[in-house]
């Protein structure tokens, strides 16, 4: 955890990303605790935000008295950006930021399930509806979890420490955070000086597989391509290299950079048109300034591309 948990990563250079903001119809899609949210108004933006947490509202509800009609906020995910917008009586936006993966906000609070460093109920949902890491932790069978901490956490023990978690409960389900933490650190043999806690990754594992967030995340990416307007600004920020690798794809192809092909073989046929161009191709991370302010941006980074004015790409079957 951090000294000032609800400090917004990389803010300076998502501002710069998506400038120029005065007057723009900005999208906020993970509001969160609101961060970005008010330094985009601060800078002239109206900002529709984003937000599946209904716990985000408490945030939200200073902004709406301070920005009055230049904010709202959508209790939607953001892979329902296009749906939001069009409820709003908005169709298109000059740009959209995402902040992916979990919030400190979220973390900070016990009851969510979401740390190993608080006793609370095994939930992690992000929203309101769909099961719990509890219900996936007690039902899954054993190939099933060894394939989410492998796949979503890249945990190399993931088979044995799946098949720890069907024996224990088989004898009592699992129903609080630092009992699951200590059957995985108990499996994996404790910690014996690893500065990282040994759950760490089954914690990110169960997160990621319970609110599907690889999935929104490619859903979110496809739905911003749809609502940015023509010269219309894109900054994603990711905190692990499985998102970071989703959107770094995701922007290559749609700029065009994806390799045509061995120069041996045939041409391949022309493919559609750049949707979108990079103003930067390597994600840029943050100044040792922020790191010393804010620990926890140090895995962050941020990539960016600026909407063309070409069609929007058929999603692949």
Not at 3 to 12: G, K, Q, T
């Amino acid at each position: 955890m951090t000294d000032a948990p609800h400090l917004p990563v990389l803010l300076n250079e998502v501002l710069e990303a998506l400038a120029p903001l005065e007057g723009r119809n900005v999208v906020d899609a993970t509001f969160g605790a609101g961060g970005y949210t008010r330094a985009l108004l601060q800078a002239g933006a109206h900002v529709t935000a984003f937000d599946r947490d209904p716990s985000a509202a408490a945030f939200a509800a200073p902004l709406q008295a301070e920005f009055v009609g230049r904010f709202r906020l959508l209790e939607r995910r953001f892979s329902e950006l296009e749906e939001g917008l069009a409820e709003a009586g908005q169709e298109t936006c000059d740009a959209v930021v995402f902040d992916i993966g979990v919030s400190s906000m979220q973390l900070d609070e016990a009851e969510r399930g979401f740390s190993f460093m608080r006793d609370g109920p095994l939930d992690m949902r992000m929203g309101a509806d769909g099961e719990t890491a509890a219900d996936l932790v007690n039902t899954a069978p054993a190939e099933d979890l060894a394939r989410i901490f492998w796949v979503y956490g890249e945990e190399r023990a993931s088979r044995r420490i799946a098949a720890a978690l069907v024996r224990r409960r088989s004898e009592a389900p699992f129903l609080r955070t630092l009992d699951l933490a200590e059957v995985v650190e108990r499996a994996l043999g404790g910690r014996k000086g690893a500065p990282v806690h040994p759950a760490t990754r089954v914690f990110q594992a169960l997160r990621i597989a319970v609110n599907d967030e690889l999935g929104e995340l490619e859903a979110g990416l496809f739905a911003a391509e749809r609502v940015l307007s023509p010269g219309g600004r894109l900054a994603v920020v990711t905190f692990h290299s499985l998102e970071d690798r989703i959107v770094k794809s995701f922007l290559a192809e749609r700029a065009g950079r994806i390799p045509d092909g061995s120069r041996h073989l045939p041409p391949k046929s022309k493919g559609a048109a750049p949707s979108f161009e990079l103003p930067f191709v390597k994600p840029r991370a943050p100044g040792q300034a922020e790191l010393d302010a804010n620990p926890r941006a140090r895995s962050a980074k941020i990539r960016a591309a600026v909407r063309t004015n070409a069609p929007v790409w058929r999603k692949a079957a």
